[in-house]
């Protein structure tokens, strides 16, 4: 059985090149994964900036660029927002309760946002379903 995969291009420039060129991988796809499923395989497969002429650069369609580190920081925050939520639903907390209690509090000055496409409120709403739809079917929330 062949596991499905994603195509992804990715432009690279090195200092000296007299051109960028272009790059093809084939990623694993899989049904199963969440969010943070895919950054910790970003940073298994990220050159840290301190082994290797600037390490790996990750250019999100939306957002600024990162390095390895940001994509840690990143994936270490949905993890403890993650958890924190999960310990609040545990203690019979509505939604409301949760928003009010600012789960995001410390991080909502780099990733937080009161208007736009996607808020911080949106964002704590998504992860309160998702944990409170994991805890009833039995399954650890991702």
């Known amino acids: 059985m062949t596991e499905e995969t994603i195509k992804l291009e990715v432009t690279r ?4 090149d007299r051109e960028p060129r272009t790059e093809s991988f084939s990623v ?5 994964w969440v969010v943070l499923d895919a950054l910790n ?16 650069l990750v250019i999100p369609a ?3 660029i990162a390095d390895e580190s940001d994509v840690v920081e990143y994936r270490d925050m ?6 924190r939520i999960a310990a609040m639903i545990k203690k019979g907390m509505t939604l409301e309760q949760v928003q ?3 789960p995001t509090y410390e991080y909502d000055g780099r990733y937080g946002m009161d208007s736009g496409p996607w808020t911080t ?3 704590v709403g998504a992860v309160y379903e998702d944990v409170r739809r994991a805890s009833l ?3 650890p929330a991702k």
């Open 28 to 32: 694993p796809y899989r049904k199963d």
């Open 13 to 16: 420039y090195q200092p000296g």
């Open 78 to 83: 949905l993890t403890i927002v993650r958890d």
């Open 41 to 56: 395989h970003i940073i298994e497969i990220a050159i840290p900036k301190d082994w290797q002429d600037g390490g790996t």
């Open 137 to 139: 079917s039995g399954s």
């Open 121 to 123: 409120r949106m964002f």
């Open 62 to 64: 939306q957002g600024r």
């Open 100 to 102: 009010a209690a600012k």
